[in-house]
């Protein structure tokens, strides 16, 4: 029992292991989280739907998306964004690995007539022939990947952005990294939990690693037959190292906003988001 519980409370290396596939894929909490998708009261797998609504409202006027728009969503769930802006004329491609958000993206599509291209795949290894105006990847998705799969991800977007094309991105930030404390807590649910479907524990390990500006939100979850390990990186960033990133593949910084509602950018939030375009040639 000492071995195992002194594995739970190990602080890991930064980025160790890579587990997003096990959260967003596993059959039980992909479900659950297509679940909290939908819920529109509810900002856990995705921002609420008010929110939702007055971003896609601002990306339509700030983009002027409209007939013939490209427009590609990386990690686009089941549809939040791709659907609202296909309803405007935008054509529009959704790039997701859980295969229940995708295939209710599918089917809401094609319940209201719209053609959105949806593609059941990993966006780090997304390739296309297509051109975008447009290049979403919305709700911090950036900062859980690695330095090498944020440097990949860059690579694909400068691959399929339109020579004129923008990005828009948000991130979580230094102030984020602030207000997190390190801790550690114990869950018990007796069956059809978010983790499992059968009775478990959850241990809820939060570290920090100040060196990386990195917070790890590291959850065991222990049942009858099985123990599971799922790593929650949060790389956090400040605008001037979001900048120093981007630049390095070729990108800069052409606006900046404290969410991707277009509120203007606060330093002392939590979350920042940008617009970013390739950089001139001089």
């Not at 966006?123 to 975008?132: A, G, H, M, V, W």
Request: glycine share 6%.
């Amino acid at each position: 029992m000492f071995s195992e519980l002194s594995e739970v409370a190990r602080r890991p290396r930064p980025f160790e292991r890579y587990t997003a596939p096990a959260l967003w894929c596993d059959p039980h909490i992909s479900k659950k989280m297509l679940e909290f998708h939908l819920d529109p009261e509810v900002g856990l797998a995705s921002r609420t739907g008010r929110f939702i609504n007055e971003s896609v409202g601002w990306i339509a006027s700030r983009f002027e998306v409209g007939p013939n728009t490209r427009v590609c969503d990386f990690g686009c769930g089941p549809g939040l964004y791709t659907t609202p802006l296909a309803r405007l004329g935008a054509r529009v491609t959704g790039i997701d690995f859980s295969a229940l958000s995708i295939r209710h993206a599918r089917e809401t599509a094609a319940r209201e007539g719209l053609e959105i291209e949806y593609i059941l795949a990993d966006y780090l290894e997304f390739s296309t022939d297509k051109r975008f105006d447009l290049i979403t990847l919305i709700y911090c998705d950036y900062c859980p990947l690695t330095s090498d799969q944020r440097k990949a991800l860059l690579n694909v977007f400068d691959g399929c952005l339109a020579e004129k094309g923008a990005i828009l991105l948000d991130v979580t930030s230094l102030a984020h990294f602030d207000i997190s404390e390190e801790r550690t807590a114990l869950e018990h649910s007796e069956g059809d939990g978010f983790w499992a479907a059968g009775p478990h524990f959850v241990f809820r390990n939060t570290f920090k690693y100040p060196d990386e500006a990195l917070v790890l939100d590291k959850y065991t979850i222990v049942e009858p037959d099985r123990t599971r390990e799922i790593l929650n990186w949060i790389q956090c960033f400040s605008l001037e190292s979001l900048s120093r990133e981007l630049a390095q593949s070729g990108f800069e910084i052409a606006e900046r906003y404290s969410d991707v509602a277009g509120e203007p950018y606060d330093s002392g939030a939590a979350e920042f988001a940008v617009v970013a375009r390739r950089r001139l040639r001089r």
